[in-house]
């Protein structure tokens, strides 16, 4: 109460003028847009009245005195409902609620029988009484996109999404409270009433119309049946002192729970239905599919088509040509086919299954066929269909690949179909941003330091055209090799032994010494290869540590830039961790976690100039025939002069892996390195990838699950079907979860993490590491 007392004071203050506090609102009342606009309810929270929406006004409820109203409903959504400012709203002497604009009258709500009054309680709901002092109509009985506390959705009730975070009619999605109990989303448009668009379901169905979703004061959000709790949707729980909460379906299609505080005026999402920004169907327009870049949502057009709009890049693309009519020519000219791979759509009527061998088969058959303007091929299965394709997205685990035809300048036709094999290759997310990344910092160095670049090429010419083939590079003291030795020290490039956004890697064996050798052929195309070249051999020239993997040799031969290192015939963690193989044991976790750990101390501490690799992940992790990590992979690393202690750089390193604050362009420290590191260990301890839509939705991110098994004290859910030491397990998942915080300060020092781990050291009860929602 002393809260809602001091509120009374705070808030209405600049704005007294334009707020009224009147608990009953009697006939004969009114609100203008620019004064008098709302009546507030008791406790000075919550307002009724005129809020500011595109260039004019609309009526609904918000929280006033922020600069950002907080709009939690509004009347008339799906209408037009945005008024100018010399409208009036009246309680009129007849009991009916209306705005007046220009001597047209606008209904805001139609009870059944006339108002005597009306009020907006404290928990945010608009009530209209009758006569009787019976409730006629309150707003709790028509939500828009927004659940107050306390408010409830019944059976057959719906929350639409806003357009827009500024425009509050109907959205693009819809959240339904089905008559079966199903608490299910869709897209919103009303085509979409297929079931199969749905996109997010509690999987409640059969439990009939009695079920309501309820949001109670601490944020517990929960089916309900009568009184009996079929299903928590969030955990709740959540402080109620001087917070309130609100769950609101939001533009991107996604449900949150959001944290409002009475101290901060701070709203703040604690909780969201999805991590997966592309998992809504209908978040991008037709004939575009959904990419994540990190938790960014992105639009792609399929290759050949423009973006409708170049404003509001999800709204849809279109073809950048136009098609021939079926009759006028012979379709297979003019015509190319491009390849979309790992994309899924919506199975959308009518089409034509084939079954076609390949690839190539479908796009000759979908060439051929003129009503074919999209193949989808899946499993030998060829879908030839027309467009528009919606709710693309992309899936790494899903092999459908979108073939498009597209139109080809006619001038080049030389009547035969030739079909562009080139892979738009959208896909792989991790990839795209590593590689994007590697572009960006090729652009940039190549417009800094084109013409230095040119000259330390040269100079790096002239030193090693002095040495002799066999000697050791003066002051780097690495082995130089001829491309003509490389082709033969891998019997020409013929063992892969795995790929990497900067090049191929091979494996070589040295005649001289039989020794086994890994061969890292770099791209040529990548401008960056040139510079990951020479810091990856400065770097590791000068590193020598059990932990890390030596580099050997280095080829600079024409335009051929290749680096030898010893040979690991373990493959990667990744290998190890992610596939379907043998699991490691507990005690062999512990020995690899023990040797990362060494070797980025190393880097970090140990070396002359301190090094952050930037892209510590199990990829990036190598395991000798001894089963010893070690880390490799400098081309990232990023080394500091010793006063140096902090360095701004572009976006590199891969999803899932990279520190927060790399995201935001802030400085960043080695805690970069102990933040991809604390996702690697989560990783290895839990023995799985820290994505992974394959597992149930609240499993499938891993340092969620690893902070909720935490808290429930089911640590044992982690590693299911092992024999561990519980004691040693939580401390691991501690240290885990101390060094994946959003916070970089709070996150300790490789040393810390190695006496914490060691058991020298006691590790605290970490704070909840996924602060980073309310940045979402
Ligand atoms: C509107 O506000 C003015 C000034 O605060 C006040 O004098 C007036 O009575 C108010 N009118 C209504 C209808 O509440
Ligand atoms: C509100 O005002 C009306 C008309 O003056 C009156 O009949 C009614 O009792 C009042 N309601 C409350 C809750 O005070
Ligand atoms: C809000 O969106 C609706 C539906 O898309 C549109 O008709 C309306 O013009 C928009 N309003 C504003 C103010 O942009
Ligand atoms: C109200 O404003 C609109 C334009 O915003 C104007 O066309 C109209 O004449 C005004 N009505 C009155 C009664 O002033
Ligand atoms: C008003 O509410 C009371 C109690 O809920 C009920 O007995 C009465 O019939 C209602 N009156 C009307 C007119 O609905
Ligand atoms: C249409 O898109 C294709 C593939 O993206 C491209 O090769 C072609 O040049 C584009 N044509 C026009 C007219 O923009
Ligand atoms: C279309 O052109 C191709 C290549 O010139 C030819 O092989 C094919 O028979 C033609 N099809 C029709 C229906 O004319």
Known sequence: MVVFMFLLFLVPFHEAQAQTNNFNITRGSSLRPTSNSSWLSPSGLYAFGFYEEGDGFAVGIFIPGIADKTVVWTA?????????????????????????VNEREIDIANPSEPILSASIKNNGNFVLYNSDQNITWQSFDHPTDTLLETQRLSADQKLFSRV???????????????????????????????????????GTNGAGDKVTLNLEDDGHLLLLNGIENIKNITPGGYPTQRRIYRMRLDVDGIFRLYSYSLNTRNSTPIWSSTRNGCAPKGICGVNQFCVLMDRDVVCRCLPGFNYISNKDRSSGCERNFTAASCKDVNQSVGYNMRRSENTVWENTPPYTVLQTKSVEDCEQRCLEDCSCDVALFKDQQCRKQRLPLRFGSTNIEDPTIALTKVGRPASRGNGVTRTITEKTKEIPMY??????????????????????????????????????????????????????????????????????????????????CENIVAVKK???????????????????????????????????????????????????LADILFAARDRLSFTERVGITTDIVKGILYLH?????????????????????????????????????????????????????????????????????????GNVLLEIICHRKNVDWNLPENEAVLDEWVYECFMAGELSKLVPDEEVDMKKLEKWVKVGLWCI????????????????????????????????????
């Open 76 to 100: 008339n959504r799906d209408k037009d409902h945005v008024v100018p400012s010399n409208a009036t709203l009246f309680l009129t002497t007849d009991g009916r609620l209306i705005v007046q």
């Open 164 to 202: 827009s975070e500024t425009n509050y009619s109907k959205g693009r999605f819809r959240l339904v409270m089905q008559m079966d109990g199903n608490l299910v989303q869709y897209p919103a448009a009303d085509e979409d009433v297929t079931i199969y668009n749905a996109y997010y379901a509690t």
């Open 522 to 572: 770099l791209e040529k195309e990548l401008a960056e290869g040139e510079r990951e070249f020479q810091t990856e051999m400065k770097v590791i020239a000068k590193t020598h540590h059990r932990n890390l993997v030596s580099l050997l040799g280095y080829c600079i031969d024409g335009s051929n830039r290749v680096l030898v290192y010893e040979f690991m015939g373990n493959g990667s």
């Open 431 to 512: 990839l795209l941003i590593v590689s994007i990344s590697l572009i960006c910092v090729a652009v940039l160095v190549l417009a800094i330091a084109g013409i230095v670049f040119h000259g330390s090429r040269q100079s790096v010419h002239t030193m090693t055209n002095k040495i002799q083939n066999g000697e050791l590079v003066d002051g780097v003291g690495l082995r130089k090799f001829s491309y003509a030795e490389l082709v033969q020290i891998t019997n020409n490039f013929d063992e892969e032994l795995g790929k990497g956004a900067s090049g191929t890697v091979y494996k070589g064996v040295l005649s001289d």
């Open 605 to 677: 501490e140990e070396c002359e100039t301190q090094i952050i690799h930037c892209d510590i992940k199990p990829q990036n992790i190598l395991m000798d025939e001894n089963m010893c990590a070690k880390i490799s992979d400098f081309g990232l690393a990023k080394h500091l002069k010793q006063d140096q202690t902090r360095t701004y750089t572009g976006v590199r390193g891969t999803r899932g892996y990279v520190a927060p604050e790399w995201m935001r362009k802030l400085p960043v420290t080695v805690k970069a390195d102990v933040y991809s590191f």
């Open 741 to 776: 915080q959003e916070e970089p300060s709070l996150r300790p020092s490789m040393k810390k993490v190695l006496l914490m781990l060691e058991g020298t050291v006691d590790v605290p009860i970490p704070p909840s590491p996924l602060s980073y929602l309310s940045s979402l």
